[in-house]
């Protein structure tokens, strides 16, 4: 071999290499935010279903993910401490995926605890947004993914 060849070889594998060390720098973060509105026992599953899914299949490739399940209007049944029937799903998620988060829309709590003139608990560590929308609005600008289970 030449040392024309040798040099084209080495610049080939430079290049390659460069391009790996880029990509690994700027490695894409993945971020999934998941609404629910609905006090359906089928669309708190399937939004849990998809929050540990999500988080597995990254887990395996040794990527972290950061997951936000966002509820507004009837949604809020599914982090409520009364109404939830699904918060031993919920724990178990968090045991395995701890830091997933869990918010509460306040305008959805604040309209809630005016008609049952009562105040709300929710389940421990869940976060209290302003508005579901506007969360979930301001998750897609800073580019998160956006699912609708």
């Not at 071999?1 to 290499?17: C, E, H, P, Q």
């Not at 935010?33 to 998809?50: F, K, P």
């Not at 009562?118 to 947004?129: C, N, Q, S």
């Amino acid at each position: 071999m030449d040392r024309r060849s040798i040099f084209g070889l080495f610049a080939a594998a430079s290049v390659v290499l460069a391009g790996r060390s880029a990509h690994a720098a700027g490695e894409k973060k993945h971020r999934l935010a998941l609404h629910v509105d609905q006090s359906d026992i089928g669309q708190m599953n399937l939004a849990l279903g998809n929050a540990g899914n999500v988080f597995e299949h990254y887990k395996s490739r040794g990527e972290e993910v950061e997951i936000e399940i966002v509820t507004y209007a009837q949604g809020l049944h599914m982090l409520r401490e009364d109404t939830s029937p699904v918060k031993e799903r919920i724990k178990a998620l968090r045991e395995k995926a701890p830091h997933v988060v869990f918010a509460v829309c306040d305008n959805t709590r604040r309209r809630m605890e005016k008609e049952e003139g009562r105040t709300l608990a929710f389940i421990p560590g869940a976060t209290i947004v302003p508005s579901g929308v506007v969360r979930l609005m301001e998750l897609q600008e800073q580019g998160w993914s956006y699912i609708r289970p």
